[in-house]
Every structure is written in C-alpha cells, then in structure tokens.
C-alpha cells in the first residue's frame, strides 16, 4: 500500500469564520443558573472579571444581570462573589 503525500490528504474538520461566538447560543449546555440577588450586590464587577462567556451584563458601570443566552452555569460568579449576591440552583428548578 501506497501512503498519500502530505498535499494530497483532503483538508479535514470545519472552517469557521472568525468573530461568529455571538451567534452560538451556548447557555443551552446549562444545568444549573446563577440567581443574582440585587439587594445584595454591591457592583463589584468581580463576577465580570471572572465570567468565562463574558455572561455578566453591565450599564454605567453596575452589574444589571445575566446573559442566560450565553451563561453556561460554571458557577465561578457564585463562587468569586465576595457578597454572597449569585447562587446556583438546579436548571430544573427554575422552571417549576
Ligand atoms: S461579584 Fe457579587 S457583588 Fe460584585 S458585581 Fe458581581 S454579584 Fe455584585
Ligand atoms: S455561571 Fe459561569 S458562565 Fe454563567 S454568569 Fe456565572 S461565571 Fe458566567
């Protein structure tokens, strides 16, 4: 048997133009979800710093919610949050 050259392999996988993550809603992968409680928040902005999807929505420089498009349910928000402001419950539960 003859093995192929190197030019003559078909290019394999997807080629996929750049900057196209915003039209992958990813928060589907979820299951579970950040509750952010707005009482408690203090605009830290450390969720924002943390947040692997970019998920943390902010306006004039405060924490205004979650991109639940986007947010995976890491729980890193929950975890770096110094004011105890996220908790993460169970997808399922949101929607009872
Ligand atoms: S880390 Fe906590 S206190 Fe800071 S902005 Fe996020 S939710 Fe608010
Ligand atoms: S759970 Fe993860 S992906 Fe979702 S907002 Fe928090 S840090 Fe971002």
Do not use: S
């Not at 190197?6 to 509750?35: C, F, I, K, Q, S």
């Not at 947040?51 to 729980?75: E, H, L, N, R, S």
């Not at 110094?82 to 009872?96: R, S, V, Y």
């Amino acid at each position: 048997m003859t093995l192929k050259g190197w030019n003559e392999v078909p290019m394999a996988g997807l080629v996929l133009d750049a900057g196209n993550a915003a039209e992958y809603h990813t928060g589907d992968w979820r299951t579970e979800r950040p509750v952010w409680d707005e009482e408690k928040c203090k605009h830290c902005m450390q969720c924002w710093i943390t947040c692997p999807d970019t998920a943390i929505q902010v306006k004039d420089k405060k924490m205004i919610g979650i991109d639940f498009d986007y947010c995976k349910g890491c729980g890193i928000c929950a975890d770096e949050c110094p004011f105890d402001a996220i908790d993460m419950i169970e997808e399922d539960l949101e929607a009872e």
